[in-house]
């Protein structure tokens, strides 16, 4: 029976991996000089990319061509806006994990949805400032005996493409995972390119791709990169991410940059994560502005890198310290004990910095829903700003201590440090 099926999966495989045909709208991709890329309206285009579909006004100053968004939600509204500052778009459409069997083994729900995509696909296909679709991100599809999935998303697919013959259209993966991937390869038909999402792993990508060449091989955009993730930087000893200063972000984003395989022929182009704020792991941790609007260290380097550099720059901090030290393995503090902490500053001369302290429950589930409001009345801030006394919260478990200098520019920096309350 398995080799029945292992070769039935082969059989489509060799279908599967067939390069579609050229799309015959206005936006293509194309091999021009041995290196695959994007063309609108015949003419090649260079991706200066970002990851989030808000201030877009900020990322046309910084130079920026191109933007990504998750799901359709004021997609209109988007797209209007990008045209108007000279953007272009690569527009998601957000679909369900793989295991959603409510959608993945249900007719009417699948029909249901391949008539919206043939609706959005027609409303969307003139439009100037699109320039592709992503088809679901990071859609963890793993289990390799799993037809029901592949079947739906080929009919939303197919559904898509008719009715959108003037861009390409592509999924995203974390990583360049074989187990996905595979699946791809045996059993989805037709797509244009790949989004890949990686950021630590992003200097073996190439080598992870190159593992399923013959199977299967794509134009490929890196629809995510930049500093660690939460689940691959280094941890405390009770699981809490320990996460990098602003500034040290930037030289993280430097080093990112050099790594991007752009001598490889099928690559497209890169887009940095996160143009925008969110909450994930922590309300700092991958946010080029702050809720406020805010903006950090790292929009001064991506103006620098995509070439209109910006005037002024953001606070810099030089170290965060608990009782004088910033190993975080060391704060295990009992409850309404009293700690004090330090702020050091590497741009001190800046007039009119205001520094802001914050204490939080940690997000301990990786919830990526709203930030945990900062717990009153532990904090006592000195005269001078840079130096507080804050008591431990009476219930035990996982907090972090957080910084935020803002300067009267609109510009700010971040640092926390994470500990742990026992009984």
């Not at 959108?164 to 989805?188: E, M, R, S, W």
């Not at 991410?241 to 050099?258: A, G, M, N, Q, T």
């Not at 130096?387 to 971040?414: E, H, M, Q």
């Amino acid at each position: 029976m398995q080799k029945t099926v292992v070769l039935f999966f082969i059989t489509l495989c060799l279908c599967a991996c067939q390069e579609s045909a050229p799309l015959n709208g206005r936006v293509k991709i194309e091999t021009i000089d041995g290196q695959a890329r994007f063309t609108v309206a015949g003419e090649a285009y260079s991706i200066k990319g970002l990851s989030g579909s808000s201030y877009l006004k900020e990322a046309a100053l910084i130079g920026a061509n191109t933007i990504r968004t998750y799901d359709t939600t004021n997609l209109q509204s988007v797209l209007d806006s990008a045209h108007k500052f000279g953007l272009m778009v690569v527009a998601g459409i957000w679909l369900p994990k793989s295991n959603q069997k409510w959608l993945y083994e249900n007719d009417e729900q699948t029909e249901k949805l391949s008539s919206e995509l043939a609706a959005i696909g027609r409303k969307y296909s003139q439009h100037p400032a699109l320039l592709s679709w992503c088809l679901g991100n990071e859609l963890v599809f793993y289990n390799l005996y799993d037809l029901s999935f592949s079947r739906t998303y080929n009919i939303l697919l197919d559904s898509l493409r008719l009715n959108d013959p003037n861009h390409p259209v592509g999924t995203a993966f974390a990583n360049f995972g074989q187990k996905a991937a595979l699946n791809f390869a045996l059993k989805i038909k037709d797509l244009d390119y790949l989004i890949i999402n990686t950021f630590g792993r992003l200097p073996e990508l190439s080598e992870d791709m190159a593992s399923l060449e013959s199977l299967f091989s794509k134009p490929f955009l890196i629809g995510e990169f930049g500093e660690n993730g939460p689940w691959e930087t280094n941890w405390t000893s009770w699981g809490a991410p320990i996460e990098p200063k602003s500034s040290e972000k930037v030289e993280v984003l430097k080093k990112r940059f050099s790594e991007l395989p752009k001598e490889h022929p099928q690559y497209l182009g890169a887009l940095v994560f996160n143009w925008g704020w969110r909450q994930e792991q922590t309300h700092t941790w991958f946010n080029v502005f702050s809720e406020k609007g805010e903006k950090n260290a790292l929009y001064y380097y991506l103006a620098e890198k995509y070439g209109h550099p910006q005037k002024g720059g953001a606070p810099l901090i030089g170290n965060l310290r608990i009782d004088g030290e910033n190993e975080a393995n060391q704060f295990w503090f009992e409850t309404n004990d009293l700690h004090q902490a330090s702020l050091e500053m590497d741009s001190i001369k800046r007039k009119k910095l205001n520094i802001k302290w914050s204490l939080r429950s940690e997000d301990w589930y990786f919830l990526k829903a709203d930030t945990p409001p900062a717990l009153p009345g532990l904090i006592q801030v000195s005269e001078d700003s840079r130096k507080i006394s804050f008591k431990c919260p009476s219930k035990p478990g996982p907090y972090r201590l957080f910084v935020k200098v803002t300067d009267s520019l609109g510009n700010f920096a971040s640092a926390n440090l994470p500990f742990y309350v026992v009984q």
